[in-house]
C-alpha cells in the first residue's frame, strides 16, 4: 500500500538546521511531484515548497524563501527539506505530499518545534 514516513523532526532552538526526510513507498516516486506542508496549532495547513518528478522546477513559500531547501533522492524513493536559520514561527507539523496526475498522497507528519 501507500506509504508517506516522514522523520527528522525535533526541538531546535532558533537559528539552528533541521532535516526532514520523507520515504515514499507502494506507488512509482519519480512520476510524482513532492511537496511539504505544514500546519502550526490552531492555523491551516500551509504549503511550504514543492519539487517537480525530474526536479528541474521547484517552488517556495515567501515565508521559507533562502532558509529552506527541497530535494529529491529517485533512487532512493525519498524527498528533503533542508531547513536553515529556524525561528519560532516555524513551529509546526510538516507533512509530506504525493501529487500524481491522478491522484494525491499524506504522510502522517513530523513535529518541527523551534525554541529557546
Known amino acids: 500500500q501507500v506509504q508517506l514516513v516522514e522523520s527528522g523532526g525535533d526541538l531546535v532552538q532558533p537559528g539552528g538546521s533541521l532535516r526532514l526526510s520523507c520515504a515514499a513507498s507502494?506507488?512509482?516516486?519519480?512520476?510524482?511531484?513532492m511537496s511539504w506542508y505544514r500546519q502550526a496549532p490552531g492555523k491551516e495547513r500551509e504549503f511550504v515548497a514543492r519539487?517537480?518528478?525530474?526536479?528541474?522546477?521547484?517552488r517556495y513559500a515567501d515565508s521559507v524563501k533562502g532558509r529552506f531547501t527541497i530535494s529529491r533522492d529517485n533512487a532512493k524513493n525519498t524527498v528533503y527539506l533542508q531547513m536553515n536559520s529556524l525561528k519560532p514561527e516555524d513551529t509546526a507539523v510538516y507533512y509530506c505530499?504525493?501529487?500524481?496526475?491522478?491522484?494525491?498522497?499524506w504522510g502522517q507528519g513530523t513535529q518541527v518545534t523551534v525554541s529557546s
Open positions: 505530499n504525493a501529487r500524481g496526475r491522478w491522484d494525491n498522497y
Open positions: 507502494g506507488f512509482t516516486f519519480s512520476n510524482y511531484d
Open positions: 519539487i517537480i518528478t525530474g526536479g528541474s522546477f521547484i
